[in-house]
């Protein structure tokens, strides 16, 4: 089994940065993709970024100006750093893990359906 953790929500004013991060626990020597998701109330849950074991990384196009996936193998964690944060960033932050397929491989961006494994996740508020 495989356990993921984040941490490193909170609230921040809008502009400013935050960085999350997600530690794996468990059989992780199985894991090949990890995503960060989130999801405001009454919306869908939305994928923002995944990157592969190798450290190549995919991002929607929400997320491709703002925010950052990044990993350190050694530590089992990945990273997700936001910076110029709005309002329209808050919502509860997750991260997500799963084995190689070439479905997910061929993604353009993380599909949360092909997601295994899920944290219980991260609040990020943003204030004006």
């Known amino acids: 089994q495989v356990q993921l953790v984040e941490s490193g929500g909170g609230s921040v004013q809008s502009g400013g940065s935050l960085r999350l991060s997600c530690v794996a626990f468990?059989?992780?020597?199985?894991?090949?993709?990890m995503g960060w998701f989130r999801q405001a109330p009454g919306k869908e849950r939305e994928g923002l970024a995944s990157?592969?074991?190798?450290?190549?990384?995919k991002y929607a196009d929400s997320a491709k100006e703002r925010f950052t996936i990044s990993q350190d193998n050694a530590k089992n964690t990945v990273y997700l750093q936001m910076n110029n944060v709005n309002l329209d960033d808050t919502a509860m932050y997750y991260c997500?893990?799963?084995?190689?397929?070439?479905?997910?491989?061929?993604?353009?961006?993380?599909?949360?359906?092909?997601?295994?494994?899920w944290g219980q996740g991260t609040q990020v508020t943003v204030s004006a």
């Open positions: 990157i592969d074991l190798y450290g190549r990384t």
């Open positions: 468990g059989y992780t020597s199985s894991l090949y993709f």
């Open positions: 997500a893990a799963t084995w190689y397929s070439t479905d997910v491989a061929n993604r353009r961006g993380p599909v949360a359906t092909d997601f295994r494994y």
